[in-house]
């Protein structure tokens, strides 16, 4: 919740990454949220799941900016999914 709220003051970060295995579903609804917020849904996000909330995949609100990926994943798929995110950004 502070993380969003700190967007809405300012440009904090080209990306954020919300992470479902450590916070549960909260992360779904908060990249939801992210993807709805004025301020917010042209950032790019990626949800990053564990391995038991794959079925979250579906419920999560996507565009080309905004990724799901899920675990397990190596961090070169997490940068590039980042870096595929940020430039998809810069194209809207």
Do not use: Y
Not at 4 to 13: E, G, K, P, T
Not at 73 to 78: I, L, N, P, S, Y
């Amino acid at each position: 919740q502070r993380a969003i709220a700190r967007f809405q003051d300012q440009h904090v970060a080209d990306c954020i990454l919300f992470c479902a295995n450590h916070i549960g579903d909260s992360a779904l609804v908060k990249f939801n949220d992210f993807g709805s917020l004025d301020r917010t849904r042209r950032i790019a996000a990626i949800l990053l799941l564990g391995e038991k909330q794959h079925s979250w995949q579906e419920k999560a609100q996507t565009a080309s900016h905004r990724d799901v990926l899920a675990m397990p994943v190596g961090m070169k798929a997490v940068r590039a999914a980042i870096q595929r995110c940020i430039a998809n950004t810069a194209q809207k």
